[in-house]
């Protein structure tokens, strides 16, 4: 099951930035970090492509263990998955089963990346990390240790449920586990709100939660050695709540056909320490959350950031840079790599299309589809985003507005069917200027939601 850094795996967010493999091979190494942040469920396993010896040739071997925890498990599967990534349902290049003493041997591997990941031999959820391997040509590789672990029951809150306050977290216990470590993140920041070692099955979370907001939790089942033997993970979302604004900012929106109405509330000022990740280092701003939005399953929730540019200049260097890109693209339009793009994200623009310069009521900004990650994964309806960038004429305000969008061309999630097309995995930057040049001559209705009405809603738009 393979996740990425604090990001929600079942019905789940996933905000994902492209990491480097030798990251990947730290954190497979040390399995007391959370390994919930680098899985996912299981999907449906596309077809496995075993490839011959004679189609190989005598490729190097790989020697290792099969461990939940620190116990050798015996007639686990153990499956070179194809590429760096090693998704779960990559395709299967070897795949050989560990004897008595959870030893297992892979012969004639290919040359290259790939992922080495176990499968329990009653066909259990594996919750643990892949270990990624890079195989050179005449060099075997042995100690190889690829780690189990079980998945926890969950008790409560249900996966995805909406409650009033701050939850207590329960789950089923799991024999053999000395400690539980509970993580509780922001899956819209990615701030970590909570992450301590717990010997109960539950966690009543005292870190103040935000009305409308998603949150990720995990609880790791830690042996006496700190080793990783299960884990629980889930979201729960905060009920919505009617907050005021200060008075001073005065907000004018036609949300049309969009949306039902819309909620408005001050978010507090977040001041720079050491314990503070940079992008959620900002000035108090404006939040306005669209309600009876037509997309409910997205990443995102549909919502407008209303920035004081002064103050969020001062406080952070990253955003205030963001504030001159988009001056110099409004005063001089053009072509470039990565669009400006707030609220600032823990992870990297993948591409853009469709990008339109348009005026609102007091201002002028540029509108374009994007989607974030953190990891190799399809350009999907879960994740694909309209976003608007704008200044307020007198230049006192940014708009930030990130709406959710789907097109029917795009798969609904994430997850690896085997229909994907092969760069993918292959040639990654050339399957999105693929995936860019087919969305850009799409008409704006073939997008739910219409484009042009996205646009006359973020046209109408009145800041003072």
């Known amino acids: 099951m393979n996740k990425v850094f604090y990001l929600v795996s079942r019905t ?17 190494a040390c399995q007391a970090l959370p390994a919930g942040v680098f899985s996912q469920p299981a999907p449906t396993p596309s077809p496995e492509i075993f490839i011959s010896l004679e189609q190989a040739g005598a490729g190097p071997s790989i020697r290792g263990q099969v461990l939940w925890g620190s116990q050798p498990v015996s007639g686990a599967v153990v499956e ?82 909406v409650v009033e306050d701050a939850p207590t977290l329960r789950w089923q216990p799991l024999e053999g586990v000395g400690l539980y470590r509970v993580m509780v993140i922001d899956v819209g920041t990615t701030e970590l709100l909570a992450d301590e070692q717990i010997e109960e099955t539950e966690f009543a979370v005292t870190s103040a939660l935000m009305p409308g907001r998603t949150y990720q939790w995990l609880a790791q089942g830690l042996d006496e050695g700190g080793m990783l033997l299960g884990e629980v993970d889930s979201t729960f979302t905060v009920a919505g709540k009617d907050s005021a604004t200060d008075g001073s900012l005065h907000i004018s929106l036609d949300t049309g056909s969009i949306a039902s109405d819309f909620e408005t509330e001050m978010i507090a000022a977040v001041s720079a320490n050491g314990d503070v ?95 974030f990650s953190q990891a190799v994964v399809p350009i999907n309806n879960y994740e694909l985003i309209y ?38 995995t292959s040639d990654f930057d050339a399957y999105l200027a693929n995936v860019v040049a087919a969305l850009n001559p799409e008409a704006a209705s073939s997008f739910t939601p219409d484009l042009t009405q996205l646009d006359a809603m973020m046209s109408s738009l009145e800041v003072h």
């Not at 919750?127 to 190889?144: E, W, Y």
């Not at 110099?328 to 299309?353: C, D, K, R, V, W």
């Not at 940014?398 to 092969?422: F, K, R």
């Open 12 to 28: 789940r967010l996933e905000i994902r930035l492209l990491v480097s493999l030798s990251v990947l091979l730290l954190l497979s």
């Open 80 to 161: 070179l998955r194809d590429g760096p990534w090693a998704l779960e349902s990559a395709p299967v290049l070897r795949q050989t089963t560990a004897d008595a003493s959870g030893v297992f041997t892979i012969t004639a591997a290919p040359i290259g990346e790939y992922g080495l990941a176990a499968r329990w031999p009653d066909g259990g959820a594996n919750m643990a990390a892949v270990t990624p391997v890079q195989i050179a040509a005449g060099a075997d590789l042995t100690d190889i240790t690829v780690w189990l672990a079980k998945e926890i029951g969950l008790i409560e809150p249900a996966s995805g449920a």
């Open 277 to 371: 990740p940079y992008w959620v280092v900002l000035p108090a701003y404006t939040l306005v959350t669209l309600q009876g939005y037509p997309i409910a399953d997205h990443l995102m929730q549909p919502q407008i950031f209303i920035y004081p540019v002064e103050e969020l200049t001062e406080i952070n260097e990253g955003a205030g840079q963001i504030v001159a890109s988009l001056k110099t693209l409004l005063q001089s339009p053009q072509e470039i790599q990565t669009l400006p793009f707030l609220p600032l994200y823990n992870a990297g623009q993948m591409m853009h299309t469709h990008l339109q310069y348009l005026d609102f009521q007091n201002g002028q900004g540029l509108r374009y589809l994007t989607q």
């Open 387 to 424: 976003t608007y960038q704008g200044l307020t004429s007198d230049g006192k305000y940014y708009v930030a507005a990130v709406l959710p969008v789907n097109h029917p061309s795009l798969p609904a999630d994430v997850q690896i069917t085997g229909n994907e097309p092969p760069e993918l």
